[in-house]
């Protein structure tokens, strides 16, 4: 959606704007858009105040960070850049998006200062979610000196709209419309990037590469996230063994020797029969990409009226699959990876609950540490969104669900789950521990008499 150009006073907060130049000579709208001096960041958070100072906790993409504030207990802050709407290059991979996210990893990993905001009349008043629930609309602003003053802020969002990595997304009403509106223009009339014309010499717009999960986990195990396919768009076929979640699913194949290899297909939270019914053998055309240090394929499609060349398509039904019993050692590699097993007899000696970093508030996920007869170690992650029950449930009617790591406290468990693995930096995706995750709210834990 295209900017309206609207002309607003903007008071105090905003210095004045330049018109459009319509003409080659590229002018900097980003150094004219500044927040007025009288505003202070210092001792102010996000989340309560509307501004607040910030550090980098995770990059997700061009328009989506999660950032941590300085003030306020360290609260975890999901921030959607407002006035923008940069390409997709994680559940789904299309044009300018890795160079969109690597322009917004550059610009915040130079950055000294980092400051967010609600929209300018806002700021002052506390953040809200979006619609979401969980991520809040923001002004980024920047700057390379150590405790910048606010008028030497530079806004990220407009950055990306000069630089032609992002549409300007509709901010309607808000005193910064015009700047985005002008910046848009601008970089459609200097052809930048997603304006160009011209192809995105990063993205790979070719036919899908066929390979099977056994090369995948191959190349994994040799490679790691060096692996040759990494960004490349494949097609491989699986049969759907587990269902994560209401989207997404595990799919499973074996070799001649019974060895399983798995992959984990990410959906981008749209729902796709095929991917929700077990025994499904499917053909899939997506990318192989990496998300916390686990392989996975996005950008998958399916259209059952109109089916295209790139959808997926089911191949057979009902197709008999084997979860397989697996040891610790067996779980902690790599080419055991994104396959669903049974692991047994696992000692619970520790763990703990995950309190949501933005609420401060239980989360209703956790994660146990177990260990076998051998004292070997392995986590056992029960995300928020998927329902643990017990085994021993009084009511087994009626369930009621389990929401902290302390009712299995020193029980024996036995269990199904996804072998996945959990790097906490994404910059060094090697330093991670392997897991086993529960997937659906039928993985009942078996706790032994």
Known sequence: MKLRRIFLPVALLISSIGAFAGCSNKVDYVSQCKLDSSLTYEGKSFLNNGIGLVTVKKYIDGDTTHFTQVETAQRLVKARYLGVDTPESTGKIQPYGKKASNFTKKKLSEAKTIVITNDIPEIGTAASPDSTGSRFKAFVWISNKENAKVSDLRCLNLMLVQEGLSTGKSISGSPLTQYFTDADLQAQNLKLNIWSGKDDPDFYNGPATPTTLKELADEFVANGFNSKFNAVKIEVTGIVCKIYGSYD???????????????????????????????????????????????????????????????????????????????????????????????HDLHVYGGYDEIDKTTQKASGAFTLKTRDSSNNTINIRIPDDVWCYASDDPEPENPTRITTWEYFSNKTISLTGAITFFAPDEDDPDDGTYQIKLCDKDDVIQIAE
């Open 249 to 343: 699913c595990f799919i499973v194949d074996a070799d001649d020797a019974g060895n399983q290899y798995g992959l984990y297909v990410f959906t981008m939270y749209k729902s796709y029969s095929p991917l929700l019914t077990l025994g499904n053998k499917v053909k899939l055309i997506g990318f192989y990409t990496f998300m916390g240090g686990c392989p996975q394929l996005v950008d998958v499609s399916y259209n059952p009226m109109l089916p295209g060349d790139g959808d997926m398509q089911i191949i057979s039904r009902d197709n008999d699959f084997t979860i397989k019993d697996i040891t610790i050692p067996e779980a902690s590699s790599k080419a055991a990876m994104n396959t669903v097993v049974n692991i």
